[in-house]
């Protein structure tokens, strides 16, 4: 195991994710982060369900914005097909 970085925790308990780390793990703006605790040791990793695209009119999964059946809507609602 080796030190990658240090960083310090401000006031509002934040901790700056050195950029090497988000790189190899391929994290992005807007990752849920989930901690894991076992004994002394915390494990950071991205929740998998934050990367599964979820509609943004329904909560269901599927499409980046919109899943297929409010799509369609849409269409509909603007005069389309």
């Known amino acids: 195991m080796k030190i990658i970085a240090t960083r310090e925790i401000d ?10 780390l988000r790189r190899e793990k391929m994290w992005t703006k807007g990752d849920l982060l989930t901690f894991y605790k076992c004994d002394n ?8 369900k934050a990367k599964v695209p979820i509609c943004t009119v329904c909560g269901r999964v599927g499409g980046e914005m919109l899943c297929d059946d409010c799509t369609k809507v849409r269409i509909e609602e603007i005069g389309g097909a």
């Open 11 to 20: 006031d509002l308990g934040r901790v700056l994710i050195p950029i090497e």
């Open 41 to 48: 040791i915390i494990i950071i990793d991205v929740c998998e």
